[in-house]
């Protein structure tokens, strides 16, 4: 006999089992308390090799992927991350990436100044080595400007090297770089293959986590072979009509030096380095003593040399930044000069 609505009630009712489970859904995301530390040496298709153990007995090459959870998160060269699942290193294997630690600086760039998109490079450093030829390809400074102000803004000490030297004296190119009090190193190729100046390179690297840039063609492969014996990184030559080096490093390579000396991180040459990402207060926050005496300057003073009213001069020449001050505010000056230039394929 067929029944009339009035006729159900609530015991009447029937609820389709959830297939996935009655387990409410949570936003706790697992801690991932057995995680071991790697850093990241490489990044290729959406894989990324790190290394683990490093120094140790049980030093050994993991490949990873990177966990849902970490979403876009860049994970780069110099990272040091967390690690869980299939750790062994073994052919085939993978593991997932689940963390990434709090990193001491984070060296970027944009495509160009005009692009405020940043490109991460490399996490984790301490020192920028600017490699570049004295001759063959030709010295081009604005490079060596945009680094410096790069390295300024990442808190990241900078060490020119200038190769080449058997074709070219290198002083009058460093004669423009004295007033910034860059440190530098000079190296050249001697009758015998071997480099006048590696030691002492070495020396400035040791125990240091370094990134190597500069222009295709300049010989940061040529460096980095006989600083990491067996690396074999491939060895460009220069473009007879452009003067410009042919790319050969693809992409970022972390390798360990010799005896636990450190790490260095080649990067692929590049033909600009943007600094869309970078705000000029940024860089004068990297000169803190000039960051306090700029406080006595009037509101959207750029502290440009043909600034009206700016405060530094006055207060640079009665000796409130030290000895050092005069210097001080030329490499300012300088640098944000260049970071206000919007040409950056000029160099």
Not at 18 to 34: L, M, Q
Not at 66 to 83: F, H, I, K, Q, T
Not at 128 to 133: G, I, P, S, Y
Not at 184 to 212: K, N, P, Y
Request: hydrophobic share 35%.
């Amino acid at each position: 006999m067929s029944r009339s609505l009035r006729d159900y009630d609530e015991a009447d009712v029937r609820v389709r089992p959830n297939r996935r489970g009655s387990r409410p859904r949570t936003k706790d995301r697992p801690k991932h308390e057995d995680a071991i530390t790697g850093r990241v040496i490489s990044v290729d298709r959406g894989r990324w090799r790190t290394v683990v153990a490093a120094g140790t007995p049980h030093e050994r090459t993991v490949t990873a992927m990177r966990a849902r959870e970490l979403g876009r998160s860049p994970v780069v060269p110099g990272d040091l991350v967390g690690l869980v699942g299939d750790t062994t290193g073994r052919d085939g294997s993978l593991a997932r990436i689940v963390r990434i630690q709090e990193r001491s600086s984070f060296l970027r760039r944009s495509a160009d100044d005009d692009d405020s998109t940043e490109r991460p490079l490399v996490a984790n450093v301490d020192l920028m080595v600017m490699v570049t030829a004295v001759a063959d390809p030709e010295p081009r400074g604005g490079m060596i400007d945009r680094c410096l102000v790069a390295a300024y803004v990442a808190g990241i000490d900078a060490l020119l090297v200038l190769t080449k030297a058997d074709l070219r004296s290198p002083e009058e190119f460093l004669r423009s770089y004295a007033p910034l009090g860059l440190e530098h190193v000079i190296t050249r190729q001697d009758a015998d293959g071997s480099i006048v100046g590696l030691q002492e390179l070495q020396e400035r690297l040791s125990g240091r986590v370094s990134v190597l840039i500069g222009h295709s063609g300049v010989g940061k492969s040529t460096l980095l072979n006989a600083l990491v014996p067996g690396t074999d990184r491939a060895i460009g030559d220069v473009n007879d009509v452009t003067g410009r080096g042919r790319h050969t490093s693809s992409s970022a390579l972390a390798m360990q030096l010799p005896d636990g000396g450190g790490w260095a991180i080649d990067t692929p040459g590049v033909r600009s380095f943007g600094l869309g990402h970078v705000d000029p207060d940024e860089l004068l926050d990297a000169f803190a003593d000039l960051a306090v005496l700029a406080e006595s300057c009037p509101r959207g003073c750029t502290h440009l040399e043909d600034a009206p009213d700016c405060a530094l001069d006055g207060l640079v020449e009665a000796g409130e930044a030290g000895s050092a001050g005069p210097a001080r505010l030329l490499s300012y000056r300088r640098l944000a000069v260049t970071l206000r230039r919007n040409d950056p394929w000029d160099l």
